[in-house]
């Protein structure tokens, strides 16, 4: 797999967080020096500080959001090239497809999303800042309440920051490899508005049949589009138990971990209990799957699948035990 153009934009990214951070610093360091000079103390500064200092504070904390996605972006780049340098030959080009999807997904760009929030509300507390310098005497009704509207000016783009940081990193981490975030996120809640209660077959995909490559397997009883997290909410956390303790064990019991666990290294990823598998567990192998399993061991669809395809993984991306029953 070459990811040689890949680097080669995540370093113009790098490059382009870095001018935006030195800049994030570098405005609210000239505006605070010509602010505080001999001359305009008197006409700027005396009367407008609140907003020059509350505007200048969001933009070093725009710098800060900046300088953490290139650093973001530096780490993603080196894990990239080690990949490409140590992995396996058998595992590399799993390995980087699934860097490359983390690296480009939606949750990797919130800090300069966050970054670029509060650049945008430093630089409105500097416009609200020489607006109130320039107020027009013949607005009688702003001038009277020019203290009033003063404050609420002052609160507003720091609280609308705030506001829109959370909401952001919901919608950036909920919808991460969605290709449209925001209208994914309109889409849930007009669902959500027009219905009371959720049915329990919604959002089911796929379900157990027998399989034709081994025993019983997954199949997908609806088109699943490509990048669908097909088994939510699957919220079981993984136990994690040493391969070695399960030696001892009768074999009808071991070969459950041999059979549904991953095994990475020396342990073996389990559900909390062998009572609640899910689907999750039934994928069967392939050479040529359908699905993959992102860092978390949540199974995602590679490519378009249409109802009555049976959902495969390759084993060998995510575990390290030994494969039975393959679909070539």
Same mark, same amino acid.
């Not at 890949?6 to 030195?22: Q, R, V």
């Given at each position: 797999?070459?990811?040689?153009?890949?680097?080669?934009?995540?370093?113009? $990214?790098?490059? %382009?967080?870095?001018?935006?951070?030195? /800049?994030? /610093?570098? +405005?609210? +360091?000239? %505006?605070?020096?010509?602010?505080?000079?001999?001359? +305009?103390? *008197?006409?700027?500064?005396?009367?407008?500080?609140?907003?020059? @200092?509350?505007?200048?504070?969001?933009? @070093?904390? +725009?710098?800060?959001? =900046?300088?953490?996605?290139?650093?973001?972006?530096?780490?993603?780049?080196?894990?990239?090239?080690?990949?490409?340098? @140590?992995?396996?030959?058998?595992? @590399?080009?799993?390995?980087?497809?699934?860097?490359?999807?983390?690296?480009?997904?939606?949750?990797?760009?919130?800090?300069?999303?966050?970054?670029?929030?509060?650049?945008?509300?430093?630089? *409105? $507390?500097?416009?609200?800042? =020489?607006?109130?310098?320039?107020?027009?005497?013949?607005?009688?009704?702003?001038?009277?309440?020019?203290?009033? %509207?003063?404050?609420? *000016?002052?609160?507003?783009?720091?609280?609308?920051?705030?506001?829109?940081?959370?909401?952001?990193?919901?919608?950036?981490?909920?919808?991460?490899?969605?290709?449209?975030?925001?209208?994914?996120?309109?889409?849930?809640?007009?669902k959500g508005l027009q219905k009371s209660g959720k049915l329990p077959h919604e959002g089911v995909y796929a379900r157990l049949m027998p399989s034709r490559i081994h025993g019983v397997g997954v199949v997908a009883i609806a088109n699943i589009p490509k990048g669908t997290y097909v088994f939510g909410p699957d919220d079981d956390s993984l136990v994690s138990v040493r391969a070695s303790a399960t030696k001892s064990l009768p074999p009808d019991l071991r070969r459950l971990y041999e059979d549904f666990c991953i095994l990475k290294g020396d342990d073996y990823e389990c559900p909390s209990s062998?009572?609640?598998?899910?689907?999750?567990?039934?994928?069967?192998?392939?050479?040529?799957?359908?699905?993959?399993?992102?860092?978390?061991?949540? =199974?995602?669809?590679?490519?378009?699948?249409? *109802?009555?395809?049976?959902?495969?993984? $390759?084993?060998?991306?995510?575990?390290?035990?030994?494969? $039975?029953?393959?679909?070539?």
């Amino acid at each position: 797999m070459d990811v040689k153009q890949y680097l080669e934009y995540l370093d113009k $990214e790098m490059t %382009i967080m870095g001018i935006l951070s030195a /800049v994030s /610093v570098a +405005a609210p +360091a000239g %505006i605070l020096n010509a602010s505080l000079s001999k001359d +305009a103390r *008197a006409l700027l500064w005396n009367p407008e500080h609140f907003f020059i @200092v509350m505007g200048s504070v969001l933009c @070093v904390v +725009a710098a800060l959001f =900046f300088y953490k996605e290139r650093s973001l972006l530096a780490w993603y780049y080196g894990q990239i090239c080690l990949t490409e340098a @140590v992995a396996n030959k058998k595992s @590399v080009a799993a390995e980087l497809r699934e860097w490359l999807r983390d690296a480009d997904s939606w949750e990797t760009w919130l800090p300069y999303c966050w970054g670029f929030t509060f650049l945008v509300a430093g630089f *409105a $507390e500097y416009l609200f800042a =020489f607006f109130f310098l320039l107020t027009p005497s013949h607005w009688p009704w702003l001038v009277a309440h020019l203290h009033t %509207i003063k404050i609420l *000016a002052f609160l507003v783009c720091p609280i609308l920051a705030s506001v829109a940081a959370p909401l952001q990193w919901y919608v950036r981490t909920r919808y991460k490899f969605s290709d449209d975030a925001w209208a994914d996120l309109g889409s849930d809640v007009l669902k959500g508005l027009q219905k009371s209660g959720k049915l329990p077959h919604e959002g089911v995909y796929a379900r157990l049949m027998p399989s034709r490559i081994h025993g019983v397997g997954v199949v997908a009883i609806a088109n699943i589009p490509k990048g669908t997290y097909v088994f939510g909410p699957d919220d079981d956390s993984l136990v994690s138990v040493r391969a070695s303790a399960t030696k001892s064990l009768p074999p009808d019991l071991r070969r459950l971990y041999e059979d549904f666990c991953i095994l990475k290294g020396d342990d073996y990823e389990c559900p909390s209990s062998f009572n609640r598998l899910t689907p999750t567990w039934f994928l069967n192998n392939s050479k040529d799957p359908n699905m993959a399993a992102d860092s978390s061991f949540r =199974f995602y669809a590679i490519r378009d699948i249409e *109802a009555g395809e049976e959902l495969t993984a $390759e084993y060998a991306t995510y575990s390290d035990g030994q494969v $039975e029953g393959t679909e070539n």
